[in-house]
Nanobody
Framework: VQLVESGGGSIEPGGFLRLSCAVS????????IGWFRQGPGKEREAVSC????????YYADAVKGRFTISSDKGQKLVFLEMNRLKPEDAGTYYC????????????????????WGQGTAVTVSS
C-alpha cells in the first residue's frame, strides 16, 4: 500500500489549490480514501472522504461548500479541490485509507500508519 500526496503550496487567502493523492496497492472499489489535516498546534482532523464505489462522501463542517473530493479510479488518483482558502485551512494534508466512512457524518483514517501518505504542506497567508 502506498499513498503519495502532491499539490500543496503557499497561497493567499481566497485562493485555490488542488491536492492529488496517488494510490497504489488499494482497490478504490473496496476502500474509501480520505483527506486529513493537521494544523499548527492542532490535532489531526478529517477533512473529506470519498467512497469511489458508490460516491458516498464526508465533509467537515469547516470546509463544506468550499472543498470538493473526487477520484479517477482508472488513474488511481483522489483529488481535493480547495476553494476560498482561509488561514485556518493551513496545515499538513494527508491522504489515507478510510477505515470508517459514514456519509455526511463521520470519517476515520485507518489505524495502520502504512495506510497513510507522508503529507503535503499547505500555507495560507497574505
Amino acid at each position: 500500500v502506498q499513498l503519495v500526496e502532491s499539490g500543496g503550496g503557499s497561497i493567499e487567502p481566497g485562493g485555490f489549490l488542488r491536492l492529488s493523492c496517488a494510490v497504489s496497492g488499494v482497490d478504490l472499489n473496496n476502500w474509501a480514501i480520505g483527506w486529513f489535516r493537521q494544523g499548527p498546534g492542532k490535532e489531526r482532523e478529517a477533512v473529506s472522504c470519498l467512497d469511489s464505489s458508490d460516491g458516498a462522501t464526508y465533509y467537515a463542517d469547516a470546509v463544506k461548500g468550499r472543498f470538493t473530493i473526487s477520484s479517477d479510479k482508472g488513474q488511481k488518483l483522489v483529488f481535493l479541490e480547495m476553494n476560498r482558502l482561509k488561514p485556518e485551512d493551513a496545515g499538513t494534508y494527508y491522504c489515507a485509507v478510510a477505515a470508517v466512512l459514514v456519509t455526511d457524518t463521520r470519517c476515520e483514517g485507518h489505524p495502520n500508519s502504512g495506510a497513510w501518505g507522508q503529507g503535503t504542506a499547505v500555507t495560507v497567508s497574505s
